[in-house]
Each structure stands twice: as C-alpha cells, then as structure tokens.
C-alpha cells in the first residue's frame, strides 16, 4: 500500500495577543482577565497598591511591564493548548 498523507487542521481555541495588548493597554490590571481570572485578579491588586504607594508614579513602569506580561501569557497559553492538541492527535 503507498503511504497515505493526512492533512489535518487543528483548531484550537486561543487567544489573541493583539485582543490582550489593547484590553491591558487601556484597562490596565482589568485588561488582565483576558489573560486569566486569576492574573486579573494579582495585577489589579498590584496596580492598586502601587498606584496608591506612589501616587500615580509607579504606574509609568507598572503598565508597561504588564501589557509585556499579558502578551507573553497569551503566547505560552497558546502553545500550551497547540501541544496538548497535537499530543491527542498523536495517541489517537
């Protein structure tokens, strides 16, 4: 028998990076959610607390730091739902 090629598509549910830096550009420790119920949580707490201690001045560093955190949380939650896809791919 000749070898049969399989062209499979994967469609996995993921998330858009693009769709993270805006929600955490404009809504800052909100914009966290989208990442995760959790992270929105711990940066919204964080962004509080320092907003508060500083008086509006650490938010110049903080925000930028976690529009970079959300985006490459974003990245791995994708490439953790892309491995686990094809690992059941691959057992079947």
């Given at each position: ?11 996995v ?16 420790g ?19 607390f ?43």
């Open positions: 028998m000749a070898d049969e090629n399989k062209n499979v598509v994967i469609n549910n993921q998330k858009s990076v693009g769709l993270a830096f805006i929600l955490t550009f404009l809504f800052g909100l914009g966290m959610f989208y990442v995760s119920i959790l992270s929105g949580i711990i940066w919204s707490i964080i962004e509080l320092v907003g508060i201690a500083t008086a509006g001045i650490g938010l110049f560093v903080l925000h930028p730091l976690m529009i970079i955190i959300s985006i490459i949380a974003v990245k791995n939650q994708n490439k953790k739902k892309q491995k686990k896809m094809e690992k059941k791919l691959n057992n079947d």
